[in-house]
């Protein structure tokens, strides 16, 4: 199996000599770790005596103890380093010029997981345009996008559906790492931050997280397990329905379902169980939390059997569209709020354009909708390419 060494190693062990005389501040969570599972925190103190003087948390807190969307972290004091800890999911989620006094420099180590709708994405383009505003520097310390760095899937976003789940018309599934991402959005997007990213050692774009020999350390409470990642990109739709994600099981995003589903009917719409790089595992579960909590839910389990042949976001659209199709009385639209917005319908955020989610409701053929989409994908890829680091 390859070895990648990440940024935050790369740093360890280069260093870089404009960061001795500066106040950092770090963005982190539990997943902020070397390949020793040895947390950003403790090494950049080590490495920094007395310079760490501020830590910052994105969505589901420092600990990545919240569960849930829309629960919020508040602001506290590290109990180790004894140095303020600033939520960026709380009451702002945009970093304060009284936030930002603390430091010099931001050094951000987050994993993404290279879907447009992670939240980690937008809290980095928020930290990209405060630091721009009150001249400080940005580091990116990079990580493997768990999902390759090669499939780009999906329609991009529409500017008119902007929000904290996607800020800026790309795919579904974008397909660069964050410190590639920092740079396409600081650019395209004239932000103009003073920005630095110290790259991997040894991740290639064809590499998946289990191919690189790291370790997974769950970025968010949701997401146990690469496999729950490499599902993920498609099975977010969900949140904008009825149907259950799974949250609330052991298995989040890889299984989902509903009380009502009729799981011979949707077999039969999807051709069977063996779909290109997966199979549908029929399953009934009871979530403990969340959507129909206590009741039993049927649907299935998506096991991926290849994930260089296999797309998420259009498995799961195909999945909606069967449901659609045969539970068109039971099935629902979530209602708002979702991520902060109260008047847009959850679902047309998540998938990014009104006009797909009529085309499914239509039952349009599928590989019409995504011949809608090509052009402007096509010219997504085209201009993320220039930002690659990565072979």
């Known amino acids: 199996m390859a070895k990648v060494i990440p940024g935050l190693e790369n740093l360890i062990i280069h260093g870089h000599d404009w960061t001795r005389d500066n106040r950092i501040g770090l963005l982190c969570n539990p997943a902020s770790v070397d390949s020793r599972y040895q947390h950003a925190k403790h090494l950049l103190n080590r490495i920094f005596p007395e310079q760490l003087t501020a830590l910052f948390s994105p969505q589901h807190g420092i600990f990545a103890e919240k569960q849930d969307n829309m629960i919020e972290s508040h602001h506290s004091v590290d109990p180790e380093l004894k140095i303020p800890v600033f939520s ?7 970093p304060t010029p009284e936030m930002f006094e603390h430091i ?9 997981v290279g879907t447009r709708v992670y939240t980690f994405t937008s809290t980095l383009s928020y930290c990209l345009e405060t630091a721009a505003k009150l001249n400080k520097r940005v580091l990116v310390l990079d990580r493997p996008n768990p ?12 500017p008119l559906l902007a929000s904290f789940v996607g800020r ?3 795919p579904m599934r974008h397909g660069l790492t964050m410190g590639e991402y920092a740079a396409y959005i600081n650019e395209t997007f004239q932000i103009n931050c003073q920005l630095d990213i110290i790259p991997m050692m040894g991740w290639e774009r064809r590499m998946y997280f289990q191919d690189t020999g790291l370790p997974w350390v769950l970025p968010s409470p949701n997401l146990p397990t690469p496999d729950s990642a490499i599902v993920y990109p498609g099975q977010v739709i969900w949140e904008g329905t009825n149907i259950s994600e799974g949250r609330g099981t052991t298995l989040p995003f890889e299984q989902f379902g509903a009380p009502f589903i009729d799981i011979d009917k949707l077999i039969s719409f999807m051709g069977g169980v063996h779909i290109p790089g997966a199979i549908l595992r029929p399953v009934a579960f009871e979530p403990t939390s969340n959507k129909w909590a206590g009741q039993v839910c049927y649907g299935f389990q998506i096991h991926v059997t290849d994930a260089h042949r296999f797309l998420p976001y259009r498995t799961s659209l195909k999945l909606l569209q069967g449901i659609l199709n045969h539970h068109k009385d039971q099935f629902q639209w979530k209602s708002p709020p979702y991520e902060y917005e109260w008047e847009k319908l959850p679902i047309d955020m998540i998938i990014g354009n009104s006009a797909i989610r009529q085309q499914l409701e239509n039952l349009m053929d599928l590989a019409s909708i995504e011949n809608g989409w090509e052009e402007e994908a096509v010219e997504y890829a085209s201009a ?8």
Do not use: M, W
């Open 88 to 94: 960026l999911y709380g009451d702002t989620r945009i």
């Open 104 to 112: 010099d420099l931001l050094i951000i180590d987050l994993l993404d």
């Open 147 to 158: 999902v390759g760095g090669i499939q780009i899937e999906g329609n991009c976003l529409s």
């Open 168 to 170: 800026y018309p790309i």
């Open 384 to 391: 993320a390419r220039k930002f690659h680091l990565y072979k």
